[in-house]
């Protein structure tokens, strides 16, 4: 699918659902706000809020991601999608959740390596591994490790096309500025449906289904 029918398809989905894609990234941004704050208060240093949003940001990232194919798909998106990582049954672990957060830490190591060799390499690893949260949020079962070695073979080929999208999502954020800001009310949730849109369509690339680690 070409970039602008992605870009178009997104727009589409969220005809009739702003106020509650809206709604779900304010929510989203007020409780990771909430959290740094908690974690800031309980140490009283910069490292424990870093400390607290390591361990909600990760599986608030897959809900968000799931939140966002729901309203592309059109499959009942309703604002409890964005804890589906949190929950589990007493006194299970909850898996989901531990995932997330070893998938985040193993994802952000090596792109920071990535960086710390060349701008370029760092670059080329974050979008090898974007699609980590779309894949864990599918696929409640699979490991961090698996997450990632799924979305670097989900993305070849695709790296670039994603670059692109994220230049066209790049433009629409300068013109929010001169907004004032309120233009990013509708574009933060518009990018997540981008994305969403992005994601569904390479996920069932032929190519894909012959790559291990697709189960």
Request: hydrophobic share 55%.
């Amino acid at each position: 699918m070409e970039n602008s029918k992605i870009m178009k398809e997104a727009a589409a989905a969220l005809k009739g659902k702003w106020g509650l894609a809206i709604g779900g990234n304010l929510l989203v941004g007020l409780i990771s706000v909430a959290v740094a704050l908690v974690g800031w208060r309980i140490a009283g240093q910069d490292w424990g809020a870093n400390l607290t949003s390591l361990i909600f940001s990760p599986p608030l990232a897959i809900g968000m991601t799931i939140f966002s194919l729901n309203i592309y798909r059109d499959n009942n998106p309703e604002i409890d999608n964005l804890f589906i990582p949190f929950k589990t049954k007493f006194p299970a672990v909850p898996v989901h959740w531990v995932n997330s957060i070893l998938a985040y830490f193993m994802m952000g190591a090596l792109v920071a390596v990535g960086f710390i060799l060349l701008i370029i390499p760092g670059i080329i690893a974050s979008l090898m591994f974007s699609q980590i949260f779309f894949i864990m949020g599918e696929d409640k079962e699979i490991q961090a490790y698996d997450a990632l070695v799924k979305s670097m073979n989900l993305m070849k080929g695709y790296k670039w096309k994603l670059f692109k999208i994220g230049l066209r999502l790049f433009g629409l954020s300068i013109l929010c500025i001169f907004t004032l800001g309120i233009g990013f009310f509708w574009l933060l949730p518009y990018q997540n449906v981008v994305f969403a849109t992005f994601y569904n369509d390479i996920k069932d690339n032929p190519s894909f289904k012959n790559q291990e680690y697709i189960n």
